[in-house]
């Protein structure tokens, strides 16, 4: 008999194609949950609202309750594992945990460039003079250890926006517009798609005892810029980026600054080649396969 807090998790390898006939088998089973992760560390760069890319292989992981009765579903996946592509399959116990705690013990303070840091919750904020972001756990996006987040950051932390009016166009968590505000902008406007990403924006300003007038937040359609701002940030992705040239273009001030991320080592060449109309004095960095874009608006 499993113990009182565990569960039954059913996990399973298989391909794309064949997401929808098994994550259906899971659910008439009564799982509690259905997770994907990527099976061959293929990237899945972030999608837009109401997509849900997955990769050409993947782990689909089901969660049950310790009780249930997994064996119809086990001979299902069984009898048609050939015909649904699955490489393996099989059911274990997890014990309960709280995962909150978890992901705070394996999420450290992190510095970016000389200054900046970012600390979460569980840690005592040393007294010294570094820039510090407090980031906690429960929105999961824009900690700052992704690649193109922490290249942003650096940026930053190398290029202070003192006195600057600033634009974080997808803004996600709004930790670069936080940031920004910390390194001393006067004034930072945050654009997401996401009505989420900028629920996450105002709980991080606050978290960082933002005052609320320094980080105005808003979707892209409610956006209407009285002037062109110092600098702008778009850690977004390549096909965005390359859609919003006109208007990223049009959001720099002339002799501003423009940071892109979210591109791939790759597309770093396609990006220069839209952009240089407006910009000059373009320069790459790449870590980890991911570059990021500064240039000065001609």
Not at 105 to 117: A, I, T
Not at 121 to 130: F, G, K, M, R
Not at 147 to 162: F, R, V
């Amino acid at each position: 008999m499993p113990e009182q807090n565990s569960w039954l998790q059913l996990v399973c390898h298989t391909r794309r194609e064949n997401t929808e006939v098994i994550e259906t088998a899971m659910q008439d089973a009564g799982a509690l949950s259905i997770t994907f992760q990527d099976a061959r560390d293929e990237p899945v760069l972030e999608p837009l609202p109401g997509e849900v890319p997955l990769w050409k292989e993947l782990i689909i992981t089901a969660l049950f309750d310790a009780d249930t009765d997994l064996e119809a579903l086990s001979t299902l996946l069984e009898k048609h594992k050939q015909k649904w592509n699955i490489h393996t399959f099989y059911i274990e116990t997890v014990q309960d945990q709280d995962w909150e705690r978890v992901w705070m013990e394996d999420f450290h303070p992190m510095r970016f460039g000389d200054k900046l840091w970012i600390y979460p919750s569980n840690y005592a904020i040393p007294d010294d003079d570094n820039i510090k972001i407090r980031l906690d756990p429960g929105l999961a996006f824009g900690t700052g250890t992704h690649a193109t987040t922490a290249l942003c950051l650096e940026w930053l932390d190398q290029n202070p926006p003192k006195d600057l009016k600033v634009v974080d166009y997808g803004c996600g968590s709004g930790i670069l517009a936080v940031a920004a505000a910390k390194l001393g902008a006067k004034q930072i406007d945050a654009i997401d798609i996401d009505p989420q990403g900028l629920i996450a924006t105002r709980d991080n300003m606050q978290r960082n005892r933002i005052e609320s007038n320094r980080i105005s937040c808003y979707l892209p359609d409610e956006y209407m810029p009285s002037e062109a701002a110092d600098l702008v940030l778009a850690n977004i992705l390549c096909g965005p980026l390359l859609e919003l040239y006109p208007l990223l273009a049009s959001l720099t001030r002339k002799n501003g600054t423009l940071v892109l991320s979210g591109i791939l080592e790759k597309q770093a060449d396609q990006i220069i080649k839209t952009y240089s109309s407006s910009f000059t004095h373009l320069k790459v960095k790449i870590v980890a396969g991911w570059a990021r874009i500064s240039a000065r608006k001609i």
